[in-house]
């Protein structure tokens, strides 16, 4: 049986602002957005109508992908690279 990482953030809002606050409570997926959204705001207006376009539909994509596959092990390598990854980007302009 697979072991599963999901846990519940509790704020005392309810269920729809727990998973708001989820983003503010986790620094990682903080610092994330605001990499993406500094490099969105380096490609002009149109990488951040971009953003505002792919990012909750990758979140909704990561949360299904989530439901259906069960990892047996921890994704903090590869948040640490995506986030390694952006910040080079960010870094370089490009």
């Not at 989820?22 to 490099?39: E, F, K, R, Y």
């Amino acid at each position: 049986m697979p072991v599963l990482f999901a846990h519940l953030m509790e704020t005392g809002f309810g269920g729809v602002y727990d998973g708001i606050a989820h983003l503010l409570i986790t620094p990682v997926d903080l610092m994330l957005v605001i990499g993406l959204s500094v490099l969105a705001g380096q490609q002009g207006p149109a990488g951040g109508r971009l953003l505002l376009a792919l990012l909750p539909m990758s979140w909704w994509l990561g949360g299904m992908a989530g439901q259906w596959l069960r990892f047996d092990t921890s994704l903090t390598a590869l948040t640490t690279a995506l986030l390694i990854v952006v910040g080079v980007l960010v870094a370089l302009a490009r």
